[in-house]
């Protein structure tokens, strides 16, 4: 049960991005340690690869156990084999799996090349059912507001579907392929109300790229337009930003007076 006074979205502004980063590994680490069993929601991406980092510390220094947690991607590309540098689960492999003692039978990841696409996903929506659902959801945002790829106008109750990714996407994520046309043009993605079903969710965002799509995401209106917006409609989300990606946010004074003073934070300061 969330204590009444948690049911808010929370904002923390640390210095920079190693310290945002850290903090999330902390925090992950904490939800880790207090159950073994934990099923953790990764997301992948460039602002990811820093906590990846802390989380590989953590495992190294402070013998952080993976061993009984079970992890749930938020999405991967149509049409990837497992090996090709790409893939979501190669880069979960690069970043944490290879690097802790994580179990790769309790990996999860979307399988893009299954014959029936519609099929894989609900799998995968039984499969995190089946668990018991996720207990924390770590999530990145895109330049156009989408959590996991769920791009403008995905539909706030929408569940895991394949999606179209659109131009800002592309754009975005091209310079690993080598350029857009080498792309795919589609993934397979958790929808919005399989994300708003995940019991916390930490959303990561640095970088002064970020902080347009943070204010809106974060003080402007609920919008499927915006679906990282959603996550104001959820009952424990925080979502932490280095001072470049908080540039815009009006309300930065209430936010750090809530993190210096709230007893929750107290750990973690
Ligand atoms: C990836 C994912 C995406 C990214 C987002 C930010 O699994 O879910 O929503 O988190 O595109 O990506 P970066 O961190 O590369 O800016």
Same mark, same amino acid.
């Given at each position: 049960? $969330?204590?009444?006074?948690? $049911?808010?979205?929370?904002?923390?502004?640390? %210095?920079?991005?190693?310290?945002?980063?850290?903090?999330?590994?902390?925090?992950?680490? +904490?939800?880790?340690?207090?159950?073994?069993?934990?099923?953790?929601?990764?997301?992948?991406?460039?602002?990811?690869?820093?906590?990846?980092?802390?989380?590989?510390?953590?495992?190294?220094?402070?013998?952080?156990?993976?061993? *009984?947690?079970?992890?749930?991607?938020?999405?991967?590309?149509?049409?990837?084999?497992?090996? &090709?540098?790409?893939?979501?689960? !190669?880069?979960?492999? !690069?970043?944490?799996?290879? !690097?802790?003692?994580?179990?790769?039978?309790?990996?999860?990841?979307?399988?893009?090349?299954?014959?029936?696409? &519609?099929?894989?996903?609900?799998?995968?929506?039984?499969? #995190?059912?089946?668990?018991?659902?996720?207990?924390?959801?770590?999530?990145? #945002?895109?330049?156009?507001? !989408?959590?996991?790829?769920?791009?403008?106008?995905?539909?706030?109750?929408? +569940?895991?579907? $394949? @999606?179209?990714?659109? %131009?800002?996407?592309? @754009?975005?994520? =091209?310079?690993?392929?080598?350029?857009?046309?080498?792309?795919?043009?589609?993934?397979?993605?958790?929808? $919005?109300?399989?994300?708003?079903?995940?019991? +916390?969710?930490?959303?990561?965002?640095?970088?002064?790229?970020?902080?347009?799509?943070?204010?809106?995401?974060?003080?402007?209106?609920?919008?499927?337009?915006?679906?990282?917006?959603?996550?104001? *409609?959820?009952?424990?989300?925080?979502? #932490?930003?280095?001072?470049?990606?908080?540039?815009?946010?009006?309300?930065? &004074?209430?936010?750090?007076?809530?993190? =210096?003073?709230?007893?929750?934070?107290?750990?973690?300061?």
């Amino acid at each position: 049960m $969330v204590p009444a006074r948690l $049911v808010t979205m929370e904002v923390i502004i640390q %210095p920079n991005q190693e310290a945002a980063a850290a903090l999330v590994a902390r925090i992950v680490a +904490r939800e880790l340690r207090s159950n073994p069993h934990l099923v953790l929601g990764l997301a992948t991406g460039q602002t990811m690869e820093c906590v990846y980092r802390h989380l590989v510390r953590l495992h190294q220094t402070e013998k952080l156990d993976f061993s *009984l947690c079970r992890t749930f991607n938020l999405d991967e590309y149509v049409g990837l084999f497992p090996s &090709d540098p790409n893939s979501y689960r !190669h880069y979960m492999n !690069h970043h944490l799996f290879r !690097h802790v003692n994580v179990d790769p039978r309790n990996t999860y990841l979307p399988n893009g090349l299954a014959a029936d696409l &519609d099929e894989e996903c609900r799998r995968y929506e039984s499969a #995190i059912k089946r668990f018991g659902g996720i207990d924390l959801q770590l999530l990145g #945002i895109g330049k156009a507001g !989408h959590i996991g790829f769920n791009e403008p106008l995905s539909a706030l109750r929408s +569940r895991t579907r $394949v @999606k179209a990714l659109t %131009p800002t996407t592309l @754009k975005q994520n =091209a310079s690993t392929f080598g350029g857009e046309e080498n792309m795919p043009r589609r993934a397979i993605t958790m929808g $919005v109300g399989t994300i708003l079903e995940c019991r +916390r969710c930490i959303l990561l965002a640095t970088g002064a790229s970020k902080a347009n799509v943070i204010s809106r995401a974060v003080e402007g209106p609920i919008t499927s337009m915006i679906s990282a917006s959603a996550l104001q *409609l959820h009952a424990r989300s925080t979502v #932490i930003v280095d001072e470049d990606a908080a540039g815009n946010l009006v309300e930065k &004074d209430y936010y750090r007076w809530i993190f =210096a003073n709230e007893p929750e934070w107290e750990e973690y300061r």
